[in-house]
C-alpha cells in the first residue's frame, strides 16, 4: 500500500519533519511505501486564486500545481497530514492546499441545486497535529473540539474521506518530542493493518 505524508513546516530540521520521517520509517518496517511531500520546499502557492475560484464556480480545469497535488492523493491509499498548530489549527501553508486542492468536481460534486456527493470515500487520513500547550489548555477552552469540528469533520468528512487517526501531539517543547516520534513512527507500522482486515 502507499501513503502520501504532507509536511506543512518551513524548517526542514523540525520536529514536524521529524513526525513525518518516522511515520516514513514506520511504513517501510510495514513494507509499505510512501512520498513525501514537503510544501514548503517544493514552493506549492496556498493562495486562492480568481484561477482557483473558476474551478468552484464553472468546473474550470484546475491550474497544474493543483492537478499534480490531486495526482498524488489519487495514487495514495491513505494520506498522513503532519503539521504544527498555529492559532488553534493548522498553519496557513497547509490550509491553502487544502482551499485549492480540495475542489469541486475531484474532492465532492456539488451545484446549487444539486445535494453534495462525496468523492474521496476511498481515502484514509491521519492527521498528526503538534502543539506546544498542554492538553488542559486544549480541552479547557474548547479547541481540541473546535479542531475536529473545522478539520476532520468540516474537511475529510465533507469529501467523504475517513479519518482514521487524529492526534494532538502536544507539550511538544517540554521534554515530549521523542514520545511523539516513536508514536509516530508506530502509527506509520501500523498504518494500513486496518484495511489489511478489512480487506
Known amino acids: 500500500m502507499h501513503a502520501l505524508i504532507v509536511v506543512a513546516h518551513h524548517d526542514p530540521q523540525s520536529l514536524t519533519h521529524s513526525l513525518a520521517a518516522q511515520v516514513a520509517t514506520g511504513l517501510a518496517a510495514a513494507g509499505h511505501t510512501y512520498e513525501i511531500a514537503d510544501l514548503a520546499a517544493e514552493g506549492f502557492d496556498p493562495r486562492y486564486s480568481a484561477a482557483d475560484h473558476l474551478v468552484h464556480r464553472t468546473r474550470a480545469t484546475p491550474p497544474a500545481d493543483v492537478l499534480a497535488e490531486q495526482a498524488r492523493i489519487d495514487c495514495a491509499d491513505a494520506l498522513v497530514l503532519a503539521f504544527p498548530i498555529y492559532w488553534w489549527s493548522m498553519p496557513a501553508l497547509l490550509k491553502g492546499w487544502v482551499d ?100
Open 100 to 199: 485549492r486542492v480540495f475542489v469541486n468536481g475531484w474532492a465532492i460534486d456539488y451545484g446549487p441545486d444539486t445535494p453534495v456527493v462525496k468523492k474521496l470515500r476511498h481515502l484514509q487520513v491521519h492527521l498528526l497535529a503538534l502543539g506546544a500547550a498542554d492538553e488542559s489548555a486544549f480541552d479547557r477552552h474548547g479547541y481540541a473540539k473546535a479542531m475536529g469540528t473545522q478539520i476532520d469533520y468540516g474537511i475529510f468528512d465533507y469529501c467523504g474521506a475517513q479519518v482514521v487517526t487524529s492526534e494532538l501531539l502536544l507539550e511538544s517543547e517540554s521534554g515530549s518530542a521523542q514520545v511523539h516520534l516513536h508514536k509516530a513512527k508506530s502509527i506509520g507500522k501500523h498504518l494500513f493493518e486496518a484495511q489489511a482486515v478489512a480487506g
